[in-house]
């Protein structure tokens, strides 16, 4: 028996088609689920002192640091900041830097640095790195309570056992703890027996170090081996601080009150009002819905042991929402699309085969993603969604070249479908480095690729064996109508082929037009139903003080409609606030003008919400760099200022306050000497009788808790109580008021110190009407150069906004490549320079379709508009493919135009028809942006419809019968039957042929 062409075989192509489909399921198991995280390649190393000033944290801790990672290779950009307590460096990493090796280097310039600073501040906290930026909003972030304890007694149980279980799972990058108070030891020292016995607060702290030692002192070599040798003298209970000598039978506890005690907060984290203690997670993982669903059963299981555990925001679990509904929009534009084949379908088989295709390359593109590791998200999804109806295309073609010419219709069609496919994927290849700037684009693009390769590979595999043509009853009502239709088109395109080119100007005009006044948008790629500000006060204001005006501002805003959560966390000068609401409730829009509203009645407080004021508003940050903190401030005043007189700028945001109050003692260097003091000593007195200073780090119980000495007088005290102190002098000269000792000057002192690229800096954002960036940025420039600065100073533009600029201008150049390389292809391919400039000509007025929309409807340009424009330079021309295929080559007449348009009317109806309707449901799934997305492609896909039936046979007409003897009047031997089928007439005395 004579063997079979593989396409011939039905059993050969079945068993083909199972195994494809069982291997596709067996990766599909293994795969993963996903989502987008926060920005990838950001760092930050923190690292506490407590109890000190900024500019002191910046001298010890900030300058050593940045010096020592500022030399790592890798670095795109670094910032730092100084403020009480605590310094804090943020490295954004470049493109081409490997976290992982990166983190590496830095761990060990980290360490290095600490254990040199450690040497003369031994109460320094150990440095922690985490993979977030201090701008990067919490992914998952929850409240904690318990019946049983206050919220006070709570954060160390949350910052011990719950915070770690939490940090274990896998991706996860900075986790912060607000709320309550930390436990520590206090040595509560009495001023007078202190005195009596001859000790100020520095010989205690002395002497606690000097007994409290746990450190490496070398290496004992015998010869025969190396033996690390440490001395290991750590104090193990309270009771041995409390028996620690101090002097001839004295001992610590005689003078001093030694116990556990709360430290002083220095937060306040509430969630409807009630004092909590919270949780908030940052990550950059992709995988985002996985890490989710393990911190919500990591949640869950801390509910089991007794706590009442209220999820605040879950970005995670939003994503899985939206995962739904692209996944519910992906099946449902499979039902419209098969529902298409049905309205507009020529036989039942047919009808059958093609939708029977859908769920097999679905399974299949989806095998494929989980064996190349790349997790399910949303982005995938709606890459699928949006090829959902475009994979029908290559069948839908196939079968309708077979149903005109047999099996031979597969090598007819087949040079036409490989030039079209080839066409859209080179148009997704510049899309694929875009990855960065776009979170998720990857998968959406890789899984719209793999649709449409093996919809082409498949169609002409498997549409040769299972589809052989079959008569339907249903065909003779609906060919009738589409013939009426393609024929009145190309009667008028035949009458006046001039009016093609009016319309080709006219509608370029009106895109061109269209595309310069639609303003550019910078908004996020996703929004979720929870919004982010936070809320300025004075500086120095306390956190009591602060606490009392953000909670009556969150119980107002608690009360707003579509709320449905408030929590809230307070800390000196200010604090953070994350609203919940309800999107089917209220808009977004809404609830930031009701938040604005609320935060102008705080009194002395201004609510900052880096969104700004909506979609009518644009923010652009401007920094400020050079040596001194006050003249910088003051700079930034007056360049913001002047921004403010133009109509363009709305509101200014300054991201500094005035320097808070301080008071400074100047001692009085001959009282000091006549008391046998020197200054230090004074000085530490000051600091035990304030705050309490840090002495030492305690080892107990596998925790490590701070041992701080202090006085036993409350820590709220008037300048008049300060004054009133008194210090023992030495040789028994008596005790002295400190205000007998010096004098106490007022003054301001800045709370916090940034630095920007190893300078102090400054910054402040200026809210401007909605337009272009790049002309904003002019604007503000050309005022900004109008300033005159001192030497050493400069302002640098927003690294923000100009990656949002540069990516922008990456989109356009990627688009322009696209085009090139479309039109190399088609040139290589057809070997004609000429056709393939054809077959772009209708290019531009493709794109113009949906540039008119967008204008039309009032949106922006933003990057999923750019994005929809580059795959519908690839997907837009393929119409014109189609028709310029079928024309003969040596025809430059309208009857080969319009042969060729008739053959491929049907194809390109269908594809159109279910392309879009594969697409529709994505505009209705609420995401904005798979909303401009979908919105660019289907009009750009309805526009290149009608301009390659109103406009591309006008335009082949013109352009390829110029030069060459008109042949486009038909000779008077030629008629048209009704229907548009061409007959030819013999001379009089003959009968016609058909």
Request: charge should be neutral; proline fraction near 6%; glycine fraction near 8%.
């Amino acid at each position: 028996m004579p063997s079979k062409n593989f396409h011939e075989s039905r059993v050969r192509s079945r068993l083909l088609l199972i195994g494809l489909l069982a291997v596709s399921v067996i990766f599909i198991s293994r795969g993963t689920f996903g989502g987008r995280g926060g920005d990838e390649g950001r760092m930050a190393v923190i690292c506490r002192y407590y109890g000190l000033s900024p500019e002191v944290i910046e001298q010890t801790i900030t300058l050593l640091m940045e010096e020592s990672i500022a030399e790592l290779p890798g670095i795109e950009e670094l910032s730092a900041s100084s403020e009480f307590s605590e310094s804090r460096i943020d490295l954004k990493l470049s493109p081409s830097t490997n976290p992982d090796d990166f983190l590496l280097e830095l761990r060990e310039r980290v360490d290095r640095s600490y254990a040199f600073i450690s040497k003369t501040s031994p109460a320094i906290q150990k440095p922690v790195i985490v993979t977030s930026g201090r701008q990067q909003n919490a992914v998952f972030s929850v409240s904690f309570s318990k019946d049983t304890e206050s919220s006070l007694s709570l954060r160390p149980f949350i910052e011990n056992e719950v915070k770690p279980s939490y940090a274990r799972i896998g991706g996860l990058g900075e986790i912060n703890v607000t709320g309550g108070a930390m436990l520590e030891v206090h040595v509560k020292v009495d001023p007078d027996r202190a005195s009596t016995a001859g000790f100020g607060s520095s010989d205690i702290a002395s002497i606690i170090q000097s007994a409290n030692l746990y450190q490496s002192e070398g290496e004992l070599d015998d010869g025969r081996m190396r033996i690390p040798v440490t001395m290991e003298a750590r104090l193990k209970t309270l009771e041995a601080i409390r028996d620690l000598p101090i002097g001839r039978a004295m001992k610590l506890g005689s003078i001093a009150d030694i116990n556990y005690a709360w430290r002083e907060p220095e937060d306040v984290s509430r969630l409807q009002g009630t004092e909590r203690v919270s949780l908030h997670v940052k990550s950059s993982s992709p995988r985002l819905i996985s890490i989710s669903a393990q911190l919500r059963k990591e949640t869950e299981k801390w509910e089991e042991k007794g706590f009442n555990a209220d999820i605040i925001f879950d970005q995670g679990r939003e994503l899985e929402k939206s995962f739904r509904r692209i996944a519910a929009a992906l099946l449902l534009g499979m039902l419209l699309s098969g529902s298409s084949l049905v309205l507009f379908g020529t036989e039942g088989r047919r009808i059958l085969l093609l939708s029977a295709g859908q769920p097999v390359l679905l399974i299949t593109t989806l095998g494929l993603l989980s064996a190349a590791e790349i997790p399910f998200d949303h982005f995938l999804l709606a890459g699928i969604a949006i090829g959902t109806g475009m994979v029908l295309d290559c069948a839908l073609l196939l079968t309708e070249s077979i149903n005109r010419r047999g099996h031979g219709g597969l090598r007819e069609i087949s040079p036409a479908l490989i030039s079209s496919t080839l066409s859209t994927l080179l148009a997704l290849l510049p899309v694929f480095p875009l990855n960065r700037e776009i979170p998720g684009i990857l998968p959406l693009v890789l899984s719209l690729a793999i649709m449409l390769g093996l919809s082409l590979i498949l169609s002409m595999v498997f549409i040769p064996a299972f589809y052989h043509p079959e008569p339907s009853l249903a065909s003779s009502f609906r060919r009738p109508l589409l013939d009426r239709l393609k024929a009145g088109i190309l009667r008028r395109s035949r009458r006046n082929p001039r009016l093609s080119l009016i319309l080709y100007a006219a509608i370029l005009s009106a895109g061109i037009i269209c595309l310069a006044s639609t303003p550019i948008k910078l908004d996020e790629v996703l929004k979720n139903p929870v919004i982010f500000a936070h809320l300025e006060l004075a500086e120095g204001e306390s956190l009591r003080s602060s606490d009392s005006k953000i909670r009556v501002l969150a119980e107002a805003l608690g009360r707003g409609p579509g709320v449905e959560m408030v929590q809230s966390t307070s800390r000196r000068s200010g604090g953070d606030l994350s609203l919940r609401f309800n999107p089917d409730k209220i808009k977004r829009e809404e609830v930031l003008k009701f938040m604005r509203a609320a935060g102008r009645e705080v009194p002395g407080g201004f609510l900052y919400i880096p969104e700004g004021r909506g979609r009518d508003s644009l923010q652009l940050e401007v920094a400020l760099t050079g040596p001194d903190q006050n003249r910088l401030k003051n700079i930034a005043r007056e360049a913001l200022g002047e921004l403010l007189h133009h109509d363009w700028a709305l509101e200014g945001v300054l991201h500094f306050k005035d320097d808070p109050p301080a008071l400074y003692y100047l001692p009085d260097r001959k009282a000091l000497s006549n008391a046998g003091l020197y200054p230090a000593e004074p000085a530490q007195f000051l600091r035990w009788n304030l705050q309490g200073p840090v002495a030492d780090k305690w080892q107990a119980d596998r925790r490590e808790r701070d041992i701080r000495v202090m006085a036993e007088d409350s820590p709220f005290l008037s300048l008049d109580d300060l004054k009133a102190l008194t210090i023992a002098g030495r040789g028994g000269t008596g005790l002295y008021r400190l205000d007998q000792l010096g004098s106490f000057i007022h003054t301001t002192e800045t709370s916090r110190i940034n630095r920007l690229n190893r300078q102090r800096s400054v910054s402040f954002t200026a809210v401007c009407r909605k337009s272009d960036p790049a002309r904003l940025n002019e604007l503000i420039w050309a005022e900004l150069d109008k300033l005159p600065l001192p030497p050493g100073y400069a302002f640098i533009p927003s690294a923000r906004l100009m990656e949002k600029q540069e990516f922008y201008r990456k989109l356009w150049r990627r688009f322009a490549l696209t085009v090139v390389l479309i039109f190399f292809l088609l040139s290589i391919e057809r070997e004609s320079l000429s056709q393939a400039g054809i077959i772009l000509l209708p290019l531009p007025l493709i794109l113009a379709f949906p540039v008119i929309i967008l204008r039309i409807s009032g949106q922006s340009i933003g990057s999923e508009a750019i994005l929809g424009l580059i795959l519908l330079s690839g997907m837009g021309i393929n119409n014109g493919i189609l028709i310029l295929d079928r024309l003969p080559p040596k025809s430059s007449g309208w009857i080969g135009i319009k042969s060729a348009v008739e053959d491929r009317f049907n194809g390109l109806f269908l594809t159109t028809v279910t392309t879009i309707t594969g697409i529709l449901p994505l505009l209705f799934t609420g995401e904005e942006f798979f909303i401009g997305l979908g919105t660019v492609i289907a009009s750009g896909l309805i526009g290149s419809f009608l301009v390659s039936l109103f406009i591309f046979p006008g335009l082949l007409l013109i352009f390829r019968s110029k030069g060459r003897p008109s042949t486009s009047a038909p000779p008077a031997s030629v008629s048209e039957l009704p229907g548009g089928h061409p007959v030819l007439l013999f001379k009089s005395g003959m009968k016609p042929l058909n």
